[in-house]
């Protein structure tokens, strides 16, 4: 480029500058002020518009450093990079500071509430995090998060509680998926780089503990004071259906002999219909005395009855079977006293069986065949007992 360098040099000859404007070349000028003191400009064009930029005061800013940003944000300008742009975006950078991980948990949740049942109501979304994670990672910027800090997070459950464990590690990586769109720089890897560094989950899954079929009759006559807890159980045995749809079940749902639970609140997100045996009708007549705002098993103060309050109940009389074992108690009953076909007991317990294929053909839900099999049940959680029950699909 030619002249440049146009200003004096050493120092003293560059002091005897009189007070005004020295270009030195290039766009660079000195302003210099009646007190000896001055700033350093570049003037630059870009985009067919002309701009100036300050480099500096010249107490701090010598005539060499001068040149040598100037000749920076020319290479800049010449790759059609904005200084003044550039530097704004500097700054910016500099003083963001990425936000909590408690923070971005909860930016993450709201972000995906619309896609959980029922608007994950009862907060199991983020109970995982909240017990397990928040405690050591929660005040940490997620920028600082790596695979180190989320492995000693989780390292203390990684083989004992093995699905919370999975839980909480899948929403870490929910929350660091989230933060990278929201532009913070996160190792999107932590995760699995976490659990490389955790090791294999090799401990047994347990089952939720059940009832054997034979002996569900027994525990269903003991349900007999008519309150909301021993009806609600009762519900859950009759209709085989998980306790957090029992929990939910509302007045509206119910048309005379059908329930049919919205795809909101179903596991597999599809809608379910639940035909309703005499006993079953009966047990919600029972229940409709307790409706408040249409649920049928209110709490005592706000809402419904919890997810432990049946669970509990249980506990206390010693027994090691929960509620959410009476669908096992249920299949196993179909599968050791009933002829009945695979895909109407897993239809009962709202289970999606058979191909992609099979699937798009088969436009039924077996309603009519359920509603004799779940008489049948009632039958049996009665005490009445029977023959070998066969039933035929369409």
């Not at 030619?2 to 404007?21: E, S, V």
């Not at 989950?201 to 349900?223: G, I, N």
């Not at 010693?318 to 959410?324: C, E, I, W």
Request: proline share 4%; glycine share 8%.
């Amino acid at each position: 480029m030619r002249n440049l360098n146009r200003l004096p040099n050493p120092k003293n000859k560059f002091d005897a500058l009189q007070t005004g404007k020295h270009c030195d070349g290039g766009g660079l000028w000195l302003i210099k002020r009646p007190d000896g003191g001055g700033q350093w400009l570049l003037r630059y064009s870009i985009h067919d518009k002309r701009y100036e930029i300050s480099l500096g005061g010249l107490s701090k800013v010598s005539l060499k450093m001068a040149r040598e940003k100037a000749t920076k944000m020319r290479s800049q300008v010449s790759l059609g990079v904005d200084p003044k742009a550039e530097r704004q975006k500097i700054k910016l950078d500099a003083k963001k500071v990425s936000p909590t991980f408690e923070a971005m948990m909860d930016e993450t949740f709201e972000a995906r509430r619309r896609q959980l049942k029922n608007g994950n109501v009862t907060g199991s979304w983020c109970s995982p995090i909240r017990i397990h994670v928040l405690p050591t990672m929660g005040k940490m910027h997620v920028e600082d998060i790596t695979q180190n800090e989320i492995k000693r997070t989780l390292g203390p459950i990684w083989h004992e509680k093995m699905v919370t464990a999975r839980k909480a590690i899948n929403r870490i990586g929910l929350v660091m998926k989230h933060s990278a769109a929201a532009g913070y720089d996160v190792d999107l890897q932590a995760t699995e780089k976490a659990k490389a560094l955790l090791g294999a989950q090799t401990k047994s899954v347990k089952h939720v503990p059940s009832m054997d079929w034979r002996e569900v009759p027994a525990f269903y006559e003991s349900l007999s004071d008519g309150t909301i807890n021993h009806l609600a159980l009762r519900l859950t045995i009759l209709t085989a259906c998980r306790s957090g749809e029992i929990r939910l079940c509302h007045l509206d749902e119910i048309d005379g002999d059908t329930w049919c639970i919205p795809a909101a609140r179903m596991k597999g997100g599809i809608e379910h219909r639940v035909p309703l045996s005499k006993e079953a009708q009966s047990v919600i007549a029972q229940a409709r005395l307790f409706e408040r705002d249409g649920f049928i098993f209110p709490n005592r103060n706000k809402g419904v009855i919890s997810d432990m309050t049946m669970s509990r109940y249980m506990a206390r009389l010693g027994l090691d079977a929960r509620p959410h074992g009476f669908r096992s108690s249920f299949r196993t009953w179909c599968a050791e006293a009933t002829d009945t076909p695979r895909e109407i007991a897993e239809t009962a317990l709202a289970h999606v069986s058979g191909g992609k294929v099979e699937l798009a053909y088969r436009r039924t839900d077996y309603l009519e065949q359920r509603r004799v099999l779940m008489e049948r049940w009632a039958s049996h959680v009665l005490g009445e007992g029977g023959q070998v029950l066969r039933i035929r699909t369409i």
